[in-house]
Structures are given as structure tokens and as C-alpha cells.
């Protein structure tokens, strides 16, 4: 900690000569109190720890910066005082401006208490509610009666109400006669909000944009961008911009399902290529590797949500193993046949012809088998939400496109069974393709889940059919010089939550 708190203050150093930061008015109190705070870390005896992992320094450091005071002295009185609204007592003002006068911001207190009920709260003698209430009323009070002139602001709307005191001072001055020609108390202030936004241009495919599509190697995420909004992909992939990753302490999403898929692969690694035979599926072999994935990431004993992260993927796939892996096996078993794993984690290539022009096709498969004869491959999902993995075939024309973005919620599916079976050289209606959904709450063998007719073959090859041409139009379309990056071609609601609307101007 002491070698990585000296590195802070070196930033810091660099930060005050170099930077124009230092010429704020608030830079020196704060970077006084955090060199402070710098200095207090590496002599204290967190000085001699270390860390598995460089996160877990930023995190420690966070915490302690976030509880640190920045004190504003308000003496000598000169220039610019910042005071606490408690500060404020026993000082006369000629004129206070009260901005944000409203419920949940002045009063700001919550009235339950999560841990301690009003009652405990009040047998135990600790302040409650009313009290802070009461106490936040006392130093209004007395801010407004040592003000000659005082102003409140408030916003008054369906989602907002004024402050319970402004409503109190209101009703007070009704109830004193009003001397005629008083102005009313409160005028209002309305302001013109032009909310639409606007529509952004398409962005036309240069020479050197054309070069890099036509080398591409295309992903069915990448596809998928492009189907919920050509400009999504053009930032996302032509520009590679990224959301800045965090550093956080909560495990994100993403977190969960790479930590899941490398669980269940280093667990299922020993079956590949034999069949799998229920009395091998030992629940004490999967929490060691469970223990094991978590340890390397989180070190031997992981806090906070890695901890309860840790139980719940124990719990979850305890049961996936059981009441979805066991029955499995025994399906085919009882048909005479066997389970098999044919590979996991399967980085696959194909190459695809589409109006004279190469593709290339990238895809990972999470797991292949054979159940029985039938060929099988599994997509891996930590979440139980099967919308955004749904094909309505009965909305979607191949040859109309509008219909494409809103038919198709992902493309995920059809394009990983196109190319394992193009890679595989078997037909694609031999392939099965299921989304296993680890997230739902019952697990059993009804976590599957398939855009496609499971059960009739002749079916099934129709809709693949279907998905090729949609997928061949959609290649063509992005190769296409002539085409350019059209926002009009997005999905209904492509915006609302999309990483680039600020770059889009869409916010
Ligand atoms: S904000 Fe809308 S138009 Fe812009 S990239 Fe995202 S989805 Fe496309």
C-alpha cells in the first residue's frame, strides 16, 4: 500500500504542476486533504499490505478517500465561504436564495428505517424521523428569519411537490390577513424544453471503411449490432469505441457468465469425446472447481457480492447438474444411445460467398454433443430472459427489410448452427441449436430454449433458410460501398439505452 500511495502522490505532483486544475479555487483544499489522507494510509499499518490483484488498491483507496472532510474554515471571513446549511445559524443575510425547496430534497430523510422500526427506534431513545425533521425545521427557521429578503425556488410537476415547509410558510401567510395589493407569494417560472433530438445523419463508407469491411471477421454480436442499428456498428466496430470499463466491487453480469462458462468448461473438460454416465456428475467435483474459478479471481476468500456471487453460482449450477444434466443423460440412455461431448468452448471459422464477395465468419460454441444421433450445440446464458433471443418468424419477410430488426431479436442462434455446420460440413437442419437458460428460477430440462421448430426437421430447414438469406442480405448490405451507415434502418427503440446515443446526439 505505502509503494502505491507514494504513486498516487506522484500523480498528484504531476497533476499540480502540469495541469490547469490548480488554478480552481477549491484545487488546494482538496488536494491538501487527499495528500493527507495519502500520507495517513502509507504510515498506518495498511502501509505494509498487499494485494492479490491491482483493484482491490483502488477500491481501498476509494473507500478511504470517500470518507474524508474537506473543511472550509469560515474564518478570516474573506472571499468566497462555503458553509454546511447548520453553519448558517446566528449569521444575518440581506438576501438567501433556497434552491431545490422540495419533498425528498428538503426534508431529505427517509421515514423507514430499514434495520430499526420507528417503535425499536424510540424505546431505544434514538433519534427517529420526526426528531431529524424537527431539527432540519429549527435551522430553516432560523435561516429565514436572519434573512431580510429570502427567495425559495422549487419545481412543481406530476412527479415533484414543493417542500412541506414551503407549503407551511404559504399556508402561515394566508392565514395572516393579506394586506390589499400583497403580491401572491409564488410565481411561477416556465421554461420551453424542446425535447426532440435529433435525427442523426448516415454516415457514408469511405474507401478505407470498405477495405476494412471487406477483411472483417464477422461475430454474431457484431451482426446483431448491426441489426439493432447500422451506426451502433460502425461505432462499435469501424471507430472501436468502448464504454470505459469501471472499477467496481459488484460483479457485473458479464463477470457472472464468463466466470460461469469457464466453470462448466474446466468441469466437463474430462467427459469430452465418452459418454457421459450420471454417477460420474459428482456435485462435490463441481463446487472444487467453483471454489477454485472464484479463488483465482477473488483471491482464497472472497467478500462482498464475489462471496455471495460464490454461493449462488454453487446453489445454481448444483441444481443445473442435477435436475437438468442427470435427466439428460438418461434420455438418450434410455433410447439405447448416449450423451456425448463433442468439445467445448469451440472457436469456430467459415468462409461464406455472398454476391461474389468472401466473408469471414467467426463463432464460439460452448458446447457441442451428440444425444443420441442428434447432433446438438449449446449457447450458455446466465440470465432466465428469453425476449431478446426470439425469431418471429410470423412477422419476418426476407424480403422486406424493415420487418428484419423487428422480427429478429438475435441473430445468435441461426448464425452459430450456419457455421458449425459449415465448418462441420454437415447440414444445417442437422444441427441443433439450444440457449440453455441458467438464470431461470426452476431448472430442468425446460431451461432450453431454441428460436427454431425443435421438433419438426422439415420446419426447421425452412426457418434456417430464412435466417441464411437474411443473414446473406445483411452481409452484402454492410459490405456495401454504395450503403451507408442508415440510423433509419434501426430497430424501434434501438436508442433508449444504446452506448453512443450521447456521440449520436440522441440523449
Ligand atoms: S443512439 Fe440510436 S441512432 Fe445512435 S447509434 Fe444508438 S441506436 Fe443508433
Not at 400583497?182 to 470498405?210: F, G, H, M, N, W
Not at 448491426?226 to 472499477?247: D, Q
Not at 438418450?332 to 461474389?356: C, F
Not at 452481409?475 to 449520436?504: H, K, M, Q, V, W
Amino acid at each position: 500500500m505505502a509503494d502505491f500511495v507514494a504513486k498516487l502522490d506522484g500523480v498528484l505532483d504531476y497533476i499540480t504542476l502540469n495541469g490547469t486544475a490548480s488554478l480552481h479555487p477549491f484545487f488546494h483544499p482538496y488536494a491538501e486533504a487527499l495528500r493527507a489522507q495519502l500520507e495517513a494510509m502509507a504510515g498506518s499499518l495498511l502501509g505494509d499490505v498487499s494485494f492479490q490483484d491491482r483493484t482491490s488498491y483502488f477500491n481501498l483507496f476509494r473507500k478511504v478517500v470517500a470518507a474524508a472532510k474537506v473543511p472550509f474554515y469560515g474564518t478570516p471571513l474573506r472571499g468566497l465561504q462555503v458553509l454546511g446549511f447548520w453553519e448558517t445559524r446566528c449569521i444575518r443575510f440581506d438576501e438567501i436564495y433556497l434552491l431545490d425547496m422540495n419533498e425528498e430534497t428538503i426534508p431529505p430523510f427517509r421515514r423507514g428505517d430499514s434495520l430499526l422500526p420507528f417503535g425499536a427506534r424510540r424505546a431505544l431513545g434514538l433519534p427517529t424521523y420526526l426528531d431529524n425533521e424537527r431539527r432540519m425545521e429549527y435551522y430553516l427557521d432560523t435561516l429565514v428569519k436572519g434573512g431580510r429578503k429570502v427567495h425559495f425556488f422549487f419545481v412543481q410537476n406530476s412527479e415533484r411537490e414543493r417542500s412541506r415547509y414551503v407549503e407551511k410558510l404559504i399556508w402561515e401567510g394566508e392565514r395572516r390577513e393579506r394586506r390589499a395589493g400583497d403580491e401572491d407569494p409564488v410565481r411561477t417560472v416556465r421554461y420551453r424544453v424542446a425535447l426532440q433530438s435529433e435525427r442523426p445523419e448516415p454516415i457514408p463508407k469511405t474507401a478505407a471503411v470498405a477495405e476494412f469491411l471487406a477483411e472483417f471477421r464477422y461475430s454474431a454480436t457484431a451482426l446483431d449490432h448491426y441489426l439493432a442499428c447500422p451506426l451502433r456498428f460502425y461505432y462499435a466496430y469501424v471507430l472501436k469505441l468502448e464504454e470505459r470499463e469501471e472499477i467496481t466491487e459488484r460483479m457485473e453480469g458479464k463477470d457472472v457468465g464468463s466466470l460461469v462458462h469457464s466453470i462448466l468448461e474446466e468441469y466437463f473438460s474430462p467427459f469430452v469425446g465418452r459418454p457421459l454416465r450420471p454417477g460420474e456428475l459428482k456435485t462435490a467435483d463441481l463446487d472444487a472447481v467453483i471454489e477454485r474459478r472464484f479463488g483465482s479471481l477473488y483471491g482464497p476468500d472472497p467478500a462482498g457480492s464475489a462471496f455471495l456471487m460464490s454461493l449462488q453460482v454453487r446453489r445454481q449450477l448444483g441444481r443445473f447438474l442435477t435436475h437438468y444434466q442427470v435427466p439428460q443423460i438418461r434420455g438418450p440412455e434410455e433410447r439405447g444411445g448416449s450423451l456425448r461431448i463433442l468439445g467445448l468452448e469451440q472457436k469456430l471459422d467459415a468462409e461464406k460467398e455472398v454476391g461474389g464477395r468472401s466473408f469471414r465468419l467467426a463463432a464460439k460454441i460452448d458446447r457441442s454433443e451428440m444425444r443420441g444421433d442428434d447432433l446438438t450445440i449449446l449457447d450458455y446464458k446466465t440470465s432466465a430472459a428469453t425476449a431478446f433471443l426470439k425469431i418471429r418468424f410470423d412477422r419476418l419477410d426476407p424480403a422486406e427489410r424493415r420487418t428484419w430488426p423487428e422480427a429478429v431479436a438475435g441473430l445468435q442462434l441461426p448464425f452459430y448452427t450456419l457455421v458449425y455446420a459449415r465448418s462441420r460440413r454437415v447440414p444445417a437442419a442437422d444441427v441443433h441449436g439450444l440457449f440453455l437458460m441458467l438464470g431461470k428460477s426452476r431448472l430442468g430440462p425446460r431451461i432450453e430454449f431454441s428460436p427454431f421448430d425443435k421438433e419438426d426437421r422439415d420446419e426447421r430447414k425452412g426457418q434456417l433458410e430464412i435466417m441464411e438469406a437474411v443473414l446473406d442480405a445483411l452481409l452484402a448490405e454492410i459490405a456495401d460501398p454504395a450503403r451507408p451507415f442508415d440510423p433509419g434502418l434501426a430497430r424501434r427503440n434501438a436508442c433508449e439505452r444504446c452506448t453512443y446515443s450521447a456521440i449520436c446526439g440522441r440523449m
